[in-house]
């Protein structure tokens, strides 16, 4: 492991996954300067490498629009991420909600918010609740 500019991590991230990367003005003013300790020859997912770094510096992502969007914790709680997720083509109402109450209280996040409407479910929240929610819908619902 060694010290690493953040921008050169972004750099990385940006050239091997072809990803378009943005990010607001007060991450700019926070990962101009920033070295962190990154040790690249591990092979880890790009959300575990983002994850890692961000919340070092007290950052998150967020998929917006198709891009990766870096930002500071605080404008993410502000602008959480819609996402709709099919349940069951057959799924009534109760079902549905059982599950987006499980899904609550399996994820158990402030910011999480999960709205069933027959054969899907609403889910705002983070981008790690909208992994987590996928996670575990997937384990869910694979064992039906």
Same mark, same amino acid.
């Given at each position: 492991? %060694?010290?690493?500019?953040?921008? $050169? ?27 962190? +300790?990154? #040790?690249? $020859?591990? @092979?880890?997912?790009?959300? %575990? ?5 961000? %919340? ?6 967020? @998929?917006?629009? +198709? ?8 404008? =993410?709680? *502000? ?10 083509? $057959?799924?009534?109402? +109760?079902?549905? %909600?059982?599950? =987006? ?6 994820? #158990? ?17 983070? *981008?790690? $609740?909208?992994? #987590? ?10 064992? +039906?």
């Amino acid at each position: 492991m %060694s010290g690493i500019c953040f921008v $050169d991590v972004i750099d990385t991230v940006d050239e091997f996954y072809k990803l378009p990367i943005t990010m607001d003005s007060k991450v700019a003013e926070i990962i101009s300067d920033s070295i962190i +300790e990154f #040790d690249f $020859d591990h @092979v880890i997912s790009l959300r %575990s490498i983002l994850h890692d770094c961000l %919340s070092r510096l007290g950052l998150t992502f967020q @998929v917006r629009d +198709e891009r990766l969007l870096i930002t500071t914790m605080e404008q =993410a709680k *502000e602008n959480p991420i819609r996402r709709v997720y099919q349940v069951s083509v $057959d799924a009534s109402s +109760e079902q549905a %909600s059982a599950l =987006a109450r499980t899904l609550i209280e399996a994820i #158990d996040s402030p910011e999480l918010k999960i709205i069933p409407t027959g054969d899907r479910l609403i889910v705002i929240g983070s *981008e790690e $609740d909208h992994f #987590d929610a996928t996670k575990l819908l997937t384990q869910l619902l694979s064992r +039906e």
